[in-house]
């Protein structure tokens, strides 16, 4: 008897998600120590002390905070991220944010007030993380020369 309509009410609920994105939350006051991965969205308002590995895009709130590198497709950070960011498509740096590590991605967008203290690299060779093997020989430093007067 109550089977029966248990059944059908998940039957439903099955039905009526297919739509609905999939958004995992670290809430404001939580703390995750390890490395966090993730098939869908990801939105970070507390504290992950470790890696993030997003396949889709990760939102990190004003009050989140990461110690340790963040690898996702697309970024929203207006908190802090303590490590190397790696976006293969588009990365926003809201206002309030803070990053203290290297940034590789595609496409970047920063808001004034938005502080970076490491190096940037922009472009499809960024996103595909290829960066370092082929900026390096473009950047090699030619010979000095001798002049003679």
């Not at 098939?39 to 308002?45: G, Y």
């Not at 588009?90 to 967008?109: E, F, P, Y």
């Amino acid at each position: 008897m109550f089977g029966k309509n248990n059944n059908q009410q998940k039957t439903a609920m099955k039905n009526d998600m297919p739509g609905q994105p999939n958004i995992n939350i670290i809430s404001s006051g939580s703390v995750l120590t390890g490395t966090l991965n993730s098939k869908s969205d990801l939105r970070i308002s507390g504290t992950i002390d470790g890696e993030v590995k997003a396949e889709s895009k990760c939102i990190v709130s004003e009050s989140g905070l990461v110690k340790g590198d963040l690898v996702t497709k697309e970024a929203d950070i207006a908190g802090t991220v303590q490590g190397e960011l790696k976006v293969s498509n588009r990365l926003i740096l809201r206002a309030s944010a803070r990053i203290t590590g290297d940034i590789q991605t595609k496409v970047l967008m920063v808001e004034e007030g938005a502080q970076i203290d490491g190096s940037c690299k922009m472009g499809e060779i960024a996103a595909t993380g290829n960066a370092k093997q082929n900026t390096t020989s473009s950047w090699k430093k030619e010979p000095e020369k001798k002049v003679s007067a």
